[in-house]
């Protein structure tokens, strides 16, 4: 089954571009519904242990990587799955014309295809190869509409994810000379007997700076804002949502806990490098004034309370990120689905010039105001237990300093949510905009589905930290 789940995307994709033109648009959209609901089915049914993972030793030889299901994998595929859905109902409503309709549908396939893979390897070489599969259905997908502002954003990601290839492909070179091999077992078994030996050290530390610019984490975040405010509404949903997460953020959390280690070094950059993302994103998305812009700044804030959870080293900490994680791309994607049935009635994204809109847009407004208030960190919504959770992890394991930091900055998180909900939904409504109406179906569905994850995730929050203490 763990083949399957490149193998099918891929066949998919072979499939759809051997029919005539005319109607495949349809097509496309079945069969990647399909698919991502398949995901979804296939991932709850091994939560609920229906099945366990099973590798496939004659694919091995013929694909040249082997996949295996675990705990952390299976909660990468159903967040995977979950958001692309969400991504193509939205596309699919947002994207009129036929041609960039199938395009989309074809590079979110390839999309899929990446963070399966990112999913599943067992070896830092595969690893690598699939968050490259991933980055490169991602700079087409921006650039999906032509347009001015997204191929500036693009240019930005493209620069630092090269910096971030090179990085990571040199460290792979390390690796295979001081290990004899790239899998995970094997990094495992050299860095334990390491004794700080400078291949392995250096190794390390330029795949964790890799993975840092793949994440958008400061000081490498400077991509991020122009790509997430100026990708179309679809693309910002799945960006925002899971592929920044998967590539940076999960392959971290991957390449600590099967290869590197938490080394009290790497606990150490991993404190610092989060706790300065979780600061300078909460500031700077406080004096902005471009809705998506403050959302991606807010994302920056966001991925950095995962990496202080992870930074702990600890069982709780580790479970309390992924939690995060999981939740973060839930009420992101359902955030910048917000921002797109904004932007869609209005034309534009100056916040500035909105007020009152909850009184034309009530499902947009709701569902706003629910997703800004988990991110803040406020009961009983899911975003509330996980940080609590990572500020408990944090304070068992002794990093006080940090913990501080981390509720006041959740104070700053509060602030610019309450001032976007004000600018935009609450307040007087300009005269100019009497005459706006809810967004379309494909926006206000979405919204509403994913408000009501994280409405339900916080309520039935004991059971949720059931099946992740398994």
Known sequence: MNYLLIIIPFLALILLNLFPKRGRAGLALWISLMIFAAQIMVTLLFSLGVWSGVVFPQLESVLGFNLY??????????????????????????????????????????????????????????????????????????????????????????????????????????????????????????????????????????FLCGLFIKGGLVPFHGWLPDVYSAAPASISVLLAGIVTKASGIFSLARFLTSAAGFSNPIKEVLLIVGTISIVVGALTALGQKDMKRMLAYSSISQMGYIVVGLGTGTRLGLLAALFHFFNHAVFKSQLFANAAAVEEQLGTRDMDKMGGLAEKMPATGITSALASLSTAGVPPLAGFWSKLLIIIALWSAGYYAYTVIAVLASVITLAYFLSLQRKVFFGKLPEELKNIHEASAGLVLPAVALASITVGVGLIFPLVVKVFMR
């Open 69 to 206: 299901y675990d705990k952390l994998s299976v909660f990468l595929l159903f967040t995977v799955s979950l958001v692309g859905l969400a991504a193509l109902a939205i596309g699919q409503f947002s994207i009129k014309k036929e041609n960039e309709s199938f395009n989309f549908k074809n590079l979110l396939l390839v999309a899929l295809i990446g963070m399966n893979g990112i999913a599943m390897v067992r070896d830092l070489f595969s690893l690598y190869v699939f968050i490259e599969l991933t980055s490169v259905a991602t700079f087409v997908l921006i650039l999906l509409h032509q347009d001015k502002d997204a191929l500036e954003g693009v240019l930005k990601y493209l620069v630092l994810s090269v910096v971030a290839s090179i990085l990571m492909l040199s460290s792979v070179a390390l690796f295979l000379l001081a290990a004899g091999g790239t899998s995970f077992p094997a990094l495992r078994a050299a860095v334990n007997a390491s004794g700080g030996n400078f291949l392995i050290l250096s190794a390390t530390a330029l």
